[in-house]
């Protein structure tokens, strides 16, 4: 309530007659099954009560969830000079990926509109159109801009000035320009100003919001807001002229128009204090790279969860390796955005619930713990590059040797089987004790801490079950859970050589870079690497996106593989489709039991937010059958 009542006299200090706030703003988007409490509609029906107190002199709209006739919707209050106009229903719910919109929420139908008790008043609720101050304005709610059926079509034929869209859209690699593209369609072709508004922040967990508020003028982009923020909300401002809009929607011979009144529309007499302005200039949008927004939309996700867990910080067990040093760096990397825009006065603040040292140069030893654990495999390049990392940075640094421990666990069950362990006949457990040997330690040290303790595990080894579970998984946030390996590779060259103005390079991941990722659990004589153990991270990359982001069956996806690989034997790409099948059905049980991840992409394998898949199958059997007897091209 505090940040809504800040933004919304911020906007009136700005002179903002209209004013777009996010969707579910009041509550959150992430209430999940806490939408379907009465509670939760009770409480947003008082909040909204009291924004129509600071709501003199200037129109504003704010998502709620609402009640209507035993169902549930997604709404957004249209709330003018002290009066609430009415509510208008989001007709396209998102129920795909990590979104179960459908599950709490009713699709109001187009057309219908209805009165509801509301503020103890009746008000209209349903497919409204507004008049305010002779501005005319409708509503598309985030996912209904991204229908083919999207509203802006059906109300542009009553003549729109404004289209809001109050949207609660979570980040992926690429969006914003994906967003940029409709918002100018949907103006251009409405020939309207058109204003969006989106949800910021690390809110419930997994969804990272990225900001980033929008004003287009007819297929022109005005106005373009911070993403990745720090700050409790970002405004962006824009001056429109809408009747130079008329007059060129007037000219336009192919408009179609509706001569009759829509049936929703709701007027009030209330009239804006309007001031002669210059229209706002055409922006150019800036162009993201995917390294720049990986960092920053982690960055500002780790600090965020932080600081809602009420962590004293995080710790890290540091093994030299990409995964732990892609997690030690986003952290790294999230304090300092956070210093950059907040400064130390506002991180202190963002943090008032840990005693941060005097200087802050002291905070990320204070905040960030790395552990080196060393069994008599680990080898010193690996040793050395988690040490160079851990001090270029400034956190604090620990190495501890775990080959006692290993070796008690390994004569104590030796000793209850009557037989001496071996690497001919028990390689897989002696693996795996090694790295849950490193679990008690690492968490007894978040414990003492305060602090949560961060997993290294990626997608590309989820997807495969290329993990101890209970060991390296171990930790209550995964934040490289949702990136492939290959990629996570070149982030960290990219970190140490290139940077960009906001995200500082990090010269000490020299180290890592030079490294081929092992898992060093095997005699240093056995050669072990991680794309020995499983195949070319690029391949296994390739074949996971062929086989559950497309949803393709063994034998396709071999076509796929071969035609992308052209350097391997087609019984060596054959071998890989079938052993990335059988490990995939095998650990569908891991990827349950894994620490919540960010959402940063569409190919997330997160059981409980994007890919659903049966703990027990049959494992595709007859396909991988198929494949295996497959001779020749298809």
């Known amino acids: 309530m505090a940040r809504l009542k800040c933004v919304i006299e911020e906007a009136r200090a700005e002179g903002v007659q209209f004013l777009c706030l996010p969707e579910l703003a009041i509550t959150g988007y992430g209430c999940e099954d806490a939408f379907l409490m009465p509670n939760t509609v009770e409480r947003a029906e008082e909040v909204l009560g009291e924004l129509l107190e600071v709501s003199g002199g200037m129109m504003f709209t704010v998502g709620l969830p609402w009640r209507h006739h035993h169902a549930l919707y997604n709404v957004a209050a249209v709330i003018v000079d002290g009066e609430l106009l009415g509510l208008v229903g989001k007709q396209h719910l998102a129920g795909d990926g990590l979104h179960y919109e459908p599950r709490w929420f009713s ?46 079509g059906h109300l542009s034929a009553y003549g729109l000035d ?25 103006a251009r072709s409405f020939g309207c100003a058109y204003l969006y508004a989106n949800l910021l922040g690390n809110e419930s967990g997994r969804v990272i919001f990225d900001g ?24 962006v401002l824009a001056d429109v002229d809408v009747d130079v809009n008329r007059s060129q929607v007037a000219a336009t011979a192919s408009r179609v128009v509706d001569a009759a009144e829509p049936t929703g529309l709701v007027r009030s007499s209330w009239v804006a204090d309007w001031r002669m302005v210059v229209p706002s200039a055409a922006l150019e949008a800036r162009r993201w790279t995917k390294e720049d927004e990986f960092a920053q939309a982690v960055g500002l996700a780790l600090f965020d969860y932080m600081r809602k867990s009420y962590s004293q910080g995080y710790v890290v067990s540091l093994s030299g390796g990409a995964d732990s040093s892609a997690v030690v760096s986003l952290v790294v990397i999230g304090l300092q955005l956070a210093i950059g825009e907040l400064g130390e006065a506002g991180v202190r603040e963002r943090l008032a619930h840990i005693s941060l040292g005097d200087e802050v140069s002291s905070w990320m030893s204070q905040l960030l713990a790395c552990v080196y654990q060393a069994s008599d495999h680990s080898g010193d390049a690996t040793e050395e590059s988690a040490r ?60 003492i801490r305060g602090a949560l303790l961060l997993s290294t595990s990626n997608r590309s080894e989820a997807a495969v079950g290329y993990a101890t579970m209970d060991g390296d998984t171990s930790g209550g946030l995964s934040p490289v859970g949702g990136i492939d390996k290959a990629y996570l590779r070149e982030w960290l060259v990219w970190l140490e ?53 497309d949803k393709r069956a063994p034998l396709e ?37 894994y620490a919540p991840s960010f959402h940063v992409d569409d190919e997330n394998l997160d059981p409980k937010t994007w890919c659903r898949f049966p703990i027990l199958s049959s494992g595709f059997e007859v396909e991988l059958r198929e494949l295996e007897a497959h001779q020749g091209s298809l």
Request: aromatic letters at 10%; hydrophobic letters at 40%; charged letters at 20%.
């Open 107 to 152: 699709p109001w139908p187009r057309g219908v509109v209805a009165t509801t008790q509301c503020l103890g008043k009746e008000v209209s609720i349903g497919d409204l159109i507004f008049e305010v101050g002779g501005i005319r304005f409708g509503f598309e709610i985030c996912e209904d801009a991204w229908s083919a059926t999207r509203p802006g």
């Open 497 to 549: 050589k290139v940077g960009s103005d906001s995200v500082a390079r990090i010269p000490a991941l020299s180290y890592v870079n030079q490294l081929q990722p092992t898992a060093e659990l095997r005699p240093a004589d056995h050669g072990q690497t991680d794309e020995g153990d499983l195949m070319p991270y690029p391949v296994l990359d390739v074949i996971e996106r062929a086989a559950i982001r």
């Open 162 to 186: 404004i289209l809001f869209n109050p949207s609660a859209s979570h980040f992926a690699f690429g969006k914003q320009e994906l967003r940029e593209r409709f918002i100018n369609e949907g």
């Open 388 to 447: 160079a990392l851990a001090q270029a940075v400034g956190a604090s640094y620990q190495s501890w040797e775990i080959g006692g421990l290993v070796e008690g666990y390994t004569q104590m069950v030796g000793g209850g089987l009557g037989r001496d362990l071996s690497w001919e006949e028990d390689d897989l457990a002696l693996q795996n004790i090694q790295a849950r040997v490193r679990s008690p330690g690492i968490w007894m040290l978040a414990n």
């Open 557 to 593: 996806v071999f076509v796929v593989v071969r035609g992308v690989f052209d350097g391997y034997s087609d019984a060596q790409l054959k071998a890989w489709v079938l052993k990335f099948f059988r490990l995939w059905c095998r650990n569908q049980w891991k990827r349950e039991r």
């Open 212 to 235: 980033g508020p929008l004003v287009s003028n007819r297929g022109e982009l005005v106005a373009s807001g911070k993403r990745f923020s720090f700050s409790d909300h970002t405004l």
